[in-house]
Nanobody, 120 residues
Framework: QVQLVESGGGLVQAGGSLRLSCAAP????????MGWYRQAPGKQRELVAR???????NYGDSVKGRFTISRDNAKNTVYLQMSSLTPEDTAVYYC??????????????WGQGTQVSVSS
């Protein structure tokens, strides 16, 4: 069973920053587009950001300009730097690994999720 191991969640005040990390097996990391999703209570899971193996990025509209996704190919790790956080960013954040087909991001592997809570 493939494991994506997330870390870095926690509680932060509005306006603050957090960085999430996700480590993946090298065989998965090298060939997959890595991404972050989030799911708030009572809401659907939504794409936050994704990054291809070559470094191309896409962001959800609600996080553009505030969040930055990056990957360290030497460490098989993807990061999500979150800044200017608001209470609306409160959610469980999931690491994902998958393939992009046109505009569709098909996720094959999920992390266990890490809680991010932003207080007002």
């Amino acid at each position: 069973q493939v494991q994506l191991v997330e870390s870095g969640g926690g509680l932060v005040q509005a306006g603050g920053s957090l960085r999430l990390s996700c480590a993946a097996p090298g065989s998965i990391f090298r060939i997959n587009t890595m991404g972050w999703y989030r799911q708030a209570p009572g809401k659907q899971r939504e794409l936050v950001a994704r990054i291809t193996s070559s470094g191309s990025t896409n962001y959800g509209d609600s996080v553009k300009g505030r969040f930055t996704i990056s990957r360290d190919n030497a460490k098989n790790t993807v990061y999500l730097q979150m800044s200017s956080l608001t209470p609306e960013d409160t959610a469980v954040y999931y690491c994902a690994a998958g393939r992009v087909f046109g505009t569709l991001y098909h996720v094959n592997y999920w992390g266990q999720g890490t809680q991010v809570s932003v207080s007002s």
